[in-house]
Structures are given as C-alpha cells and as structure tokens.
C-alpha cells in the first residue's frame, strides 16, 4: 500500500512538471528587442536657455503697483559614451545665473492690511556635475524610436546675494549651498536623422539633499539643511533636448 502511493507521488509531480513545461511554452511571449544604440557610439548635446521678465506697475490679484525687472540663464553641455548595446554612461555640467530686482510692490488683503516691499535686489549663481547612467529600449524593430530611463547623481554649489533697503536700513545677506541628488528620469526620443535626437524625459523618482550657509549684515550667521524624497509625476520637471550620436 506504501509502495502504490510513493507511485502515485511520483506520477503526480511529473505530471505537474509536464504542465508547467507545456504552460511556460504556450505562454512564451518571445519578445524581440533591436540593438538602439550600438556599442562605442559618443551621444553628445548641449541645452540653453534664456528668460526675462519687465513689469512696470503690474497689479494681478492682491498685488498691486509691481515695478522690477528679473531674468535666467541656464548652460548645460552633456557628454556620454555607449560601452554596451543600448548602455551609455556619461555626465553633464551645469551652469545657471538669476537675477531678480524689485523696485516696489504692495500686497494688499483688504481695505485695511496691505505690505510694501521696495529695493529688494537678488542675484545667484550655481553649478553642478552630473553622473548618469542610460538604458535604451527599442520600441520593438523601430530605429528611429525608443524609450530610455536615465539614473543621475548630481552635486552641485552656488551663492546668493540678497540686498534690502537703501541709505541707513540696508541691509543684506550672502548664501553658500551645497546639493546633492539622486534620481530616475525616464524619457522617449526619436531620432530627426542619422546623427540627431529629439529627447523628452520627466524626473519621478528622487532623492535630496541641501546645506545653506547665511550671513546677514557681516554679523549674524545660520544654517540650515533639508532633505527631501519624492516619488511622482511633476509635469513642472519635464525637459525638452536636441542631443547628437556621434
């Protein structure tokens, strides 16, 4: 009686093993993924970007009789290399420079509460450098699009300067930050010709890091520091680029 159900054990698990096996080949998706981006190609591209604003008694809402000026300028070369199919390894250099100069601005709430700000004066400048690892993914036989995911690590620094006032009640202060990050940015693109991409890519997954260093006035001196984590899609973060595979 032992013998006949250690047979039948037996016979059980070998059928098992017979389905699973009949299973796994029904189910066999045999997907087929093209090479994108061959092994030992340069991607190489470079962003500008310039913006400026003038307001003269501008009122929108709760704020009335806004006068200043402000503008942005941003630079960031980009440099990567294929050292397998569809794997790319590389970084970028970043440079930016804001300025924001307010001339005089009213807040008002009601008849009764209203805040003026003049002679505010700002200007800031900052840099970073960036590791980053890409992986293409063809979209099925397709040579002209794909899909990528770009994991970056970016460390960066800049200085802040804040002007108050004029005459007797200026006042000031000066920043030194330092930025650490590490991200996910996944993204398409689709190749304009043989040499030339357009790219689209959206930051989802990120982690943060900043330390500031202020002194007001030449006396008064503080810190602080913050960290972040998010996990979501931030229309706001999508970036738009042209890159070359060399």
Same mark, same amino acid.
């Given at each position: 009686?032992?013998?006949?159900?250690?047979i039948?054990?037996?016979?059980s698990?070998?059928?098992?093993?017979?389905f699973?096996?009949?299973?796994?080949?029904r189910? !066999?998706r045999?997907l087929e993924?093209v090479?994108?981006?061959p092994?030992?190609?340069w991607i190489?591209?470079?962003s500008?970007?310039?913006?400026h604003?003038?307001?003269?008694?501008?009122?929108?809402?709760?704020?009335?009789d806004?006068s200043?000026d402000s503008y942005t300028?941003k630079?960031?070369?980009m440099?990567m290399?294929?050292f397998k199919d569809?794997m790319?390894?590389?970084?970028?250099?970043?440079y930016?420079?804001?300025?924001?100069?307010l001339?005089?601005?009213?807040?008002?709430?009601?008849?009764?509460t209203?805040?003026?700000?003049?002679?505010l004066?700002?200007?800031s400048?900052n840099y970073s450098?960036?590791a980053a690892?890409?992986?293409?993914?063809s979209?099925?036989?397709s !040579?002209r699009?794909a899909f990528?995911?770009?994991?970056r690590?970016?460390l960066?620094?800049g200085?802040? !300067?804040i002007c108050?006032?004029?005459?007797?009640?200026?006042?000031?202060t000066?920043?030194r930050?330092?930025?650490?990050h590490?991200?996910?940015?996944?993204g398409?693109m689709m190749?304009l010709?043989n040499?030339s991409?357009l790219e689209v890519?959206?930051g989802? @997954?990120g982690f943060?890091?900043?330390h500031? !260093?202020a002194t007001?006035?030449?006396?008064?001196?503080?810190?602080r520091?913050?960290?972040s984590?998010s996990?979501? @899609?931030?229309?706001?973060?999508i970036?738009f680029?042209?890159s070359?595979? @060399?």
């Amino acid at each position: 009686m032992k013998t006949i159900k250690n047979i039948f054990i037996v016979l059980s698990l070998v059928l098992c093993s017979a389905f699973y096996a009949d299973a796994q080949e029904r189910f !066999k998706r045999d997907l087929e993924q093209v090479p994108f981006i061959p092994k030992g190609q340069w991607i190489t591209g470079i962003s500008v970007s310039y913006s400026h604003n003038d307001q003269d008694n501008y009122q929108f809402l709760i704020i009335e009789d806004l006068s200043g000026d402000s503008y942005t300028f941003k630079v960031s070369p980009m440099l990567m290399y294929s050292f397998k199919d569809d794997m790319a390894i590389g970084g970028r250099f970043a440079y930016s420079r804001q300025m924001s100069k307010l001339d005089e601005g009213r807040v008002v709430i009601d008849s009764e509460t209203d805040y003026s700000v003049d002679n505010l004066y700002c200007l800031s400048h900052n840099y970073s450098v960036t590791a980053a690892f890409r992986n293409y993914i063809s979209m099925g036989s397709s !040579k002209r699009f794909a899909f990528f995911a770009e994991t970056r690590l970016e460390l960066g620094g800049g200085e802040t !300067k804040i002007c108050n006032g004029s005459g007797d009640d200026l006042s000031g202060t000066f920043e030194r930050n330092f930025n650490a990050h590490l991200g996910v940015a996944p993204g398409v693109m689709m190749f304009l010709n043989n040499y030339s991409a357009l790219e689209v890519n959206v930051g989802v @997954l990120g982690f943060g890091y900043s330390h500031t !260093k202020a002194t007001t006035d030449q006396i008064y001196r503080s810190e602080r520091n913050s960290s972040s984590a998010s996990l979501s @899609l931030n229309l706001f973060s999508i970036s738009f680029g042209v890159s070359f595979y @060399l």
